[in-house]
């Protein structure tokens, strides 16, 4: 007896923070993935980093051996110098790319990617002044962008998602959840298809050292908005139409954005997620609940009693043309 008394109030604890319990688990599974990624980025990458230190050792030996009337020091200098300078996009290489960084091509590119968060960081401002107005630009123009493809992944997403799921319902009958889980995959297999497989077959045609796989790594590091830099389409060298070439880039970038917001809104509206959403919120007490109807009912008796008064004044105000009126006629077969 006392048991089974027990395991019912564990059962109706457990039901009554269920919210707590699976945001716990939530907490506890995103740590996990992280600790994940970082065993296995680890485990792939810090062989090829020893292999490249070992590399560049042997090279600078080999060169101050070959080149005794330079000192270690003065090599170290330059080579801090020329790391430096690339960091801020400037490269000493006779084979780098001889175009300005900050032409008007290339300083749209950099505010596009200031805008959208990507930061693929190439290229970065070089003056204080630089620094200071990409600050004031990042504040005001980030939330503008947010703003910005807030109202234009709306309005897509009423004709391109809600108005395709409901005519095909209302039109032929079919169920609206299923009509929506098949529509999202679709669509996400065009934005896939569109924004992926095709521009990282073009950029593997176009850039010269990239193959398939670094061009469609390229096109998901960009759209997914984690720009790590490593790739850079029109840095090459001897470019041809490279102003253009980055205009195109930088549109690109705008509608392949648009277009995944586009699809993770489809994915967000289906009923299946929305349902494994609610698993990890807060839920309203019904407290709140109570306060939100009574403000509700307030409004509309408030609206209400409103919409009376006006009534009863514009009853006023014919009152008296009414009653002109009717003493006119009532005086009239007196005076006859």
Not at 239 to 251: A, S
């Amino acid at each position: 007896m006392l048991q089974s008394l027990a395991g019912s109030s564990c059962v109706r604890l457990v039901e009554r923070h269920r919210s707590a319990w699976c945001f716990g688990f939530l907490v506890l599974g995103y740590l996990l993935y992280l600790v994940f990624g970082a065993v296995v980025f680890s485990s792939v990458e810090l062989p090829y980093e020893d292999l490249l230190r070992q590399e560049l050792r042997k090279l600078k030996r080999r060169f101050l051996e070959e080149h005794e009337c330079l000192s270690e020091q003065q090599l170290e200098q330059f080579l801090g110098r020329v790391l430096e300078a690339s960091n801020y996009g400037v490269s000493v290489l006779s084979n780098a790319s001889g175009n300005w960084n900050w032409d008007f091509t290339s300083a749209l590119f950099f505010a596009s990617t200031v805008l959208s968060t990507t930061g693929y960081g190439h290229t970065v401002p070089l003056s204080d002044g630089g620094k200071a107005f990409c600050i004031i630009y990042s504040v005001i123009g980030i939330p503008f962008t947010l703003l910005f493809l807030t109202a234009v992944v709306q309005r897509i997403t009423v004709r391109v998602t809600r108005r395709p799921v409901l005519y095909f319902h209302i039109r032929w009958g079919f169920s609206k959840q299923v009509v929506a889980i098949v529509h999202a995959v679709l669509l996400g297999f065009v934005t896939v298809s569109c924004f992926f497989f095709i521009p990282a077959a073009v950029f593997s045609v176009l850039e010269d050292d990239w193959n398939f796989l670094e061009s469609f790594y390229f096109c998901f590091i960009s759209l997914s908005t984690i720009g790590l830099g490593d790739y850079v389409p029109g840095e090459g060298y001897n470019q041809k139409f490279r102003e253009l070439y980055k205009i195109g880039i930088t549109c690109y970038l705008l509608l392949g954005l648009i277009a995944m917001l586009v699809v993770l809104e489809t994915f967000c509206e289906l009923h299946e997620l929305k349902k494994f959403r609610k698993m990890f919120y807060v839920k309203k007490d019904k407290d709140e609940d109570q306060v939100h109807i009574i403000e509700h009912d307030q409004l509309s008796f408030s609206s209400i009693t409103d919409q009376a008064a006006g009534m009863k004044e514009d009853q006023k105000q014919n009152e008296p043309f009414v009653a002109t009126q009717s003493s006119a006629c009532v005086d009239g077969p007196a005076n006859h």
